[in-house]
């Protein structure tokens, strides 16, 4: 029978995969690629702040106070300690970035790993697993996380520790309603049929289905993330002055909003870029991910 | 007959759950190398239940299995770890009902198909992509090059079901169990699976089990008949016999309960009544309720199962009479 050959084998490649699909579908979306754009443009800039930010974001200047944008040498004015705006922003990108995007990756790796367990074994352990999660969800996800900085202590670290535990709790519980979905599904028990060990299924047959929607979930968080960790600096329980964070240069500009409104607008326009280009990076995936559309 | 492929013996399956469902009471079958047995009943007779014993597919915690299942003289209940394995899937394979379901819709035929071939042969992803392009065209698939690269959703419904059988015959089984592999097919698709099936199982010199509800379908494809009543076999027979002489009376109504004989303007025939509820054991015969035939004796025990000829078993207090009768004659 193995006669039919590995040489007709030579025309047929190997199957582009579910990923360059997926690539493929995205790129033909444009508001998901001027989101793209947006996102990475936002991560090179904070990379590359040093290179990109005009002046010293630390610097201060009590003559130049609360000066308007497009002051000569201030293109975004000054902030209320005479510190360029611009620089600030763009350094600002880095923490606020890092607030947004880690808290939202580890839960992503905690919360589908719990949701998946518990969705897979199903049973008593995944009503042990589901209902502690449901004891999370009792609280708001502001209040818990306000509760949780609050009790460890300001500072950035414990603000990621506190977002990160807000935030597994709503991908477990996504993650365990796909999983039960998928288990329940007759492929699964055609692998099995076929000799595929509960490692293998779990791996390639339920992974690879419920990867997508948890995956896409967790870009949406991503917003959410990002305006919970400058709600926190806001409060002062996230970034601590004088780094530049856009929750915490919102906090501290407050006052100047009478003096100077645009100013300080800005950096809540650039929470409301980054997380609005999070939520249409969000929404292009799912679409690109839904291989029946 | 030496060693027969499948050889099942009282098979008693029960379920745990909020209520005890006794789902197989003591089933026998047995299959010779190379036959297929059509396996006929109704929603909830057992039969897809027996058939996925055979395979272990059964949820363990929750599921009770006596009896003794075997196939080509393999204990499958005393199977585990990398034998479990090997049997399924390399000795045993299995087509299911709905193929849009049973395929995976993330990955490509192609991936699918190799995927088995490597776990049970350790090819090479060449070489299993190679035995995934062959099986493809074995099924009869137009251009199989391009549907090794296709997702299960971008396949009408018969040719999603011809790659599932490329699927489940990749690894070569000895025995293929058809699951009402045509039941989610439309009537045209359905007699081209059901050829292709019976071509590639002589082919092939499988033994293969087909589940279905379908008289026509099961009379299409096998050699032997098993009819299955409430997790029992009622009667066994070549399709001749059943179809000619039906010996149980549930047979009887089954075949009665045929479209094809049935003039327009007329009711159709039907068995009055419902199977009944599974939620003890049957210690007389679960038919009895629905008989037109019953009698004084079919409350008091267990029908005894009459061998009326080698392979010809009916399970009916009747057939006993039948079975002195032939022995007399």
């Not at chain 1, 906090?251 to 997380?275: D, E, K």
């Not at chain 2, 299942?69 to 090997?86: E, F, Q, Y």
């Not at chain 2, 039907?270 to 509820?277: L, M, R």
């Not at chain 2, 009326?308 to 007399?328: D, F, T, W």
Request: glycine share 10%; with cysteine.
């Amino acid at each position: 029978m193995t006669a039919v050959s590995i040489e007709k084998l030579a025309t047929v490649e190997k199957s582009p995969g579910y990923w360059a699909g997926v690539a493929r579908r995205f790129s033909r979306d444009p508001v998901a690629m001027i989101a793209l754009v947006v996102v990475v443009g936002l991560i090179l800039m904070a990379i590359f702040a040093p290179l990109v930010a005009p002046s010293d974001p630390y610097r201060t200047s009590m003559l130049r106070r609360l000066r308007p944008i497009g002051t000569e040498g201030f293109p975004l004015g000054a902030d209320e300690l005479g510190r360029d705006m611009l620089s600030r922003l763009i350094y600002g990108a880095r923490l606020s970035l890092l607030m947004g995007v880690t808290p939202v990756v580890i839960a992503f790796f905690i919360g589908s790993a719990i949701g998946i367990t518990a969705g897979y074994v199903g049973g008593r352990l995944n009503t042990a697993l589901m209902r502690t999660i449901d004891v999370f969800f009792a609280f708001p996800s502001v209040l818990l996380a306000i509760a949780l900085s609050g009790a460890l202590g300001a500072g950035i670290f414990n603000g990621l520790l506190s977002l990160t535990v807000v935030f597994i709790p709503p991908i477990a519980r996504i993650a365990e309603s796909v999983t039960t979905a998928v288990r329940r599904i007759e492929y699964v028990e055609a692998a099995r049929a076929s000799g595929a060990s509960a490692f293998t299924i779990v791996r390639v047959h339920v992974l690879g289905n419920v990867i997508g929607p948890i995956f896409v979930y967790a870009t949406g968080l991503i917003s959410v993330s990002l305006i919970l960790a400058s709600g926190l600096s806001f409060l002062g329980l996230g970034v601590k002055p004088p780094e530049p964070e856009w929750g915490l240069m919102l906090n501290t500009l407050r006052n100047a909003i009478y003096v100077q409104p645009w100013v300080a607008a800005l950096p809540g326009l650039m929470i409301f870029i980054t997380s609005i280009s999070f939520n249409l990076l969000s929404d292009g995936l799912r679409s690109a991910m839904d291989i029946k559309a | 007959m030496s060693t027969p492929l499948v050889d099942i013996n009282n098979l008693h399956v029960r379920f745990h759950g909020q209520r005890t469902v006794h789902a197989v009471n003591g089933v026998n079958l047995t299959l010779a190398p190379g036959e297929t047995l059509g396996v006929l009943g109704e929603s909830g007779s057992g039969k897809s239940v027996t058939l996925k014993t055979l395979l272990r597919l059964l949820p363990e915690n929750r599921t009770q299995i006596a009896g003794d299942v075997r196939v080509s003289g393999v204990d499958v209940m005393a199977l585990s770890g990398k034998a479990l394995a090997n049997h399924r899937g390399g000795v045993v394979s299995m087509i299911f009902q709905d193929p849009m379901l049973a395929l995976d819709p993330v990955y490509t035929i192609g991936e699918q198909i190799s995927e088995g071939v490597m776990r049970h042969e350790g090819a090479s992803s060449r070489e299993a992509y190679a035995r995934a392009l062959e099986m493809l065209t074995r099924v009869r698939i137009p251009s199989p090059e391009r549907r090794l690269k296709a997702y299960p959703h971008e396949m009408s419904g018969g040719m999603r079901q011809r790659a599932m059988i490329a699927l489940a015959l990749a690894c070569k089984p000895k025995l293929l169990l058809a699951d009402e592999p045509t039941t989610a097919l439309d009537a045209t698709v359905q007699i081209q699976i059901l050829l292709l099936l019976r071509e590639l199982q002589r082919e092939l010199g499988m033994g293969m089990i087909f589940v279905t509800h379908d008289i026509g379908v099961a009379v299409e494809v096998s050699d032997r008949v098993a009819v299955m009543y409430a997790g029992q076999v009622v009667e066994t027979g070549s399709v001749r016999d059943i179809l000619r002489s039906p010996q149980h009376p549930y047979t009887r109504g089954l075949l009665a309960a045929n479209l094809h004989g049935a003039q327009k303007g007329q009711r159709l025939q039907a068995i009055p009544g419902a199977p009944p509820p599974l939620d003890t054991a049957p210690v007389t015969c679960s038919f009895a309720p629905r008989c037109p035939v019953k009698a004084a004796g079919c409350d008091a025990g267990p029908p005894p199962n009459v061998t009326l000829a080698p392979g010809r078993e009916v399970r009916c207090i009747h057939a006993l009479g039948e079975a002195q009768g032939s022995a007399a004659n």
